[in-house]
């Protein structure tokens, strides 16, 4: 580690002051690029997770501090101990709460939210290591983090195009229309591997659906078999998930 930096791993207000400023800039950054797609959690949730998990890492040095200082009587004599793991592991299982409420599953059997969830929890890892005064360490996360949210969806998208494998989600009219769609499917050539069935309107007030997992062929495109699905006459929802 860089010994020029010992003065702010110390815990003088100087360095508190900097690893608050650290963490809700860094988080706020990351924050805004979610904010940008109009996600759940965007720029200020970022910036005050981050800042809370900072402060509570500030806060376990500062407790331990002072056991071993200022408080170091009354600590003998009531026996108390520090551990200075300990609240910064709650915030990694309190992130959990944010997580949870964040990733749903929608109309289309797409699970949304996960992706800004991930986030949420490593941008409160993120909070403990600026939290704990170790700066390189937070350099570097920020730098990949921002790369995994900003340049990587990119790439994930260019891979998703050129997928064999794919999950359409498809809305009909009625439950006999299901061996239509899957002949209209075969005669793509693309291959089945598996069905999944929702009657809908006998029990959830909607139109019956299914999510058809299949396997394109070489050269394949995805949207050429959506085509075709779509121009049945009894299929009114067709998504690719």
């Known amino acids: 580690m860089l010994h020029s930096l010992d003065y702010l791993r110390q815990l003088n207000i100087v360095s508190v002051l900097l690893r608050m400023a650290l963490a809700m800039c860094c988080g706020g950054m990351i924050g805004i690029e979610r904010g940008r797609k109009h996600r759940a959690a965007g720029f200020r949730t970022y910036m005050l997770v981050c800042l809370g998990a900072a402060l509570t890492m500030i806060l376990s040095q500062y407790v331990d501090w002072m056991g071993t200082h ?10 108390f101990r520090t551990d200075v793991s300990r609240l910064g592991a709650q915030v990694i299982n309190g992130i959990g709460f944010l997580g949870a409420g964040i990733i749903i599953v929608t109309g289309h059997q797409e699970v949304k ?11 409160a890892c993120m909070g403990l290591a600026i939290g704990a005064g170790f700066y390189e360490c937070m350099a570097v996360v920020f730098v990949l983090i921002f790369l995994c949210i900003r340049i990587l969806p990119r790439i994930e998208n260019a891979i998703v195009e050129r997928a064999r494998n794919l999950n359409l989600y498809v809305e009909f009219k009625a439950l006999d229309d299901v061996s239509d769609i899957i002949a209209c499917i075969k005669e793509q ?8 069935i929702d009657r809908g309107k006998a029990y959830k007030g909607r139109d019956p659906n299914a999510v058809f997992s299949v396997r394109l062929n070489h050269g394949q495109h995805h949207t050429q078999v959506m085509t075709a699905i779509s121009a049945l006459e009894n299929v009114t929802v067709i998504v690719d998930i």
């Open 70 to 79: 200022a408080w170091t009587e009354q600590a003998e004599t009531i026996g």
């Open 113 to 123: 939210g996960l992706t800004t969830a991930a986030g949420l929890w490593a941008s």
């Open 189 to 196: 050539g693309v291959h089945i591997y598996d069905v999944d």
